[in-house]
Nanobody, 128 residues
Framework: QVQLVESGGGLVQAGGSLRLSCAVS????????MGWFRQAPAKEREFVATISRSGGSTDYADSVKGRFTISRDNAKNTVYLQMNSLKSEDTAVYYC?????????????????????WGQGTQVTVSS
């Protein structure tokens, strides 16, 4: 059993920053690559960022590249998403996801079906 719990969401003005956290508990050794996704009202869930098990490889959606940074602390079983220069279009529920299949320490994925475990989501609202 694996649980993912996001925190750190909230209301922020455009141009501001937030840091999301995703705490992994349970059988943490079965969680490898991690990702962040988001879903805005009336829109489909979309990829935001992903990080390999080692933390050395990352990838971002074009819409957040240069503004968001994904990182992880394996000792704390936590993944972070630092979000800077926030825009109103970043408003969404943000979900943390974990991949239960080990490929390699540098493997990551943009594809939602890759991920076996999902958090409940945390709301991020950016006011303009």
């Amino acid at each position: 059993q694996v649980q993912l719990v996001e925190s750190g969401g909230g209301l922020v003005q455009a141009g501001g920053s937030l840091r999301l956290s995703c705490a992994v508990s349970g059988r943490t050794f079965t969680v490898h690559a991690m990702g962040w996704f988001r879903q805005a009202p009336a829109k489909e869930r979309e990829f935001v960022a992903t990080i390999s098990r080692s933390g050395g490889s990352t990838d971002y959606a074009d819409s957040v590249k240069g503004r968001f940074t994904i990182s992880r602390d394996n000792a704390k079983n936590t993944v972070y998403l630092q979000m800077n220069s926030l825009k109103s279009e970043d408003t969404a529920v943000y979900y943390c996801a974990g991949d239960g299949t080990y490929i390699s320490n540098v493997y990551y994925s943009r594809r939602a079906p890759t991920y076996d475990y999902w958090g409940q989501g945390t709301q991020v609202t950016v006011s303009s």
